[in-house]
């Protein structure tokens, strides 16, 4: 009997990780970078600004903002991936799945570690984009 409670004591604090970091929200700021809002975001889309969208590939090819390159933030790991595409004075707009997704600040942060030094975080991200009847592709 011992021995059961001993392995369910294992099993609930390898869930436990899981279950807070599903209940995390993305930070409102992230430093170095600017905060936008769906009509900013929607600016700078029309000033043709870089997108990076940091989700999932499955997510991304699913629905993104028209241009928007996919640098999925667990597996974009230096400046050069970003550097073909965008130099470092550039205006980048970073988004993701909203408050309860992560990946944007992530990669707004690598981006800013990495010299970046115009970088938007959108935090609502795609999901405010899509309810806002902005384009998708």
Known sequence: ???????????????????ASAAEEAPFTVGGTTVVDTDQAMTLFEEEAHFFDARKPSDFEA???PG???FFAKQTDSADMVLEVARKEDVIVVYC???RCLMSAVLAENL????FTEV???RDGFPAWYNAGYPIE
């Not at 021995?3 to 604090?13: E, I, S």
């Not at 800013?112 to 010299?115: I, K, L, P, T």
Request: glycine share 12%; with cysteine.
């Open 1 to 19: 009997m011992l021995n059961v409670f001993k392995g369910l004591a294992v099993c609930l604090v390898t869930l436990l990780p899981c279950a």
């Open 63 to 65: 629905g993104r903002v």
């Open 68 to 70: 928007a390159v996919n």
């Open 97 to 99: 799945n909203g408050p």
């Open 112 to 115: 800013v570690a990495w010299g």
């Open 120 to 122: 938007r975080y959108y």
